[in-house]
Nanobody, 115 residues
């Protein structure tokens, strides 16, 4: 069983930055594929960025060049550095962990980009 706890969300002005964190429990973090998703009001949940256990990263086109996903296996945490934030980045951001066919979700952290 894996538990995920996101943090780091908040209110930021357009052009600003935030770093989200997702701390995992369960002692298998290094073998997990970790992914950030987001869901804006009235919209479907969408993939933002992912990182495999081997460190390979992938990004949605809408965030390429602005967001960076990384992981620190020493502290069982995945990060999402978000720069040059736009109002359209406003959403509830969720952390997901996948291990084989098992899928785990955090409770989400709200990011609001507004002046």
């Amino acid at each position: 069983q894996v538990q995920l706890v996101e943090s780091g969300g908040g209110l930021v002005q357009p052009g600003g930055s935030l770093r989200l964190s997702c701390a995992a429990s369960g002692n298998i973090f290094s073998s997990l594929t970790m992914t950030w998703y987001r869901q804006a009001p009235g919209k479907q949940r969408e993939l933002v960025a992912g990182i495999t256990s081997g460190g390979t990263t992938s990004y949605a086109d809408s965030v390429k060049g602005r967001f960076t996903i990384s992981r620190d296996n020493a502290v069982d945490t995945v990060y999402l550095q978000m720069n040059t934030l736009k109002p359209e980045d406003t959403a509830l951001y969720y952390c997901n962990a996948r291990h084989g066919i098992a899928d785990y979700w955090g409770q989400g952290t709200q990011v609001t980009v507004s002046s």
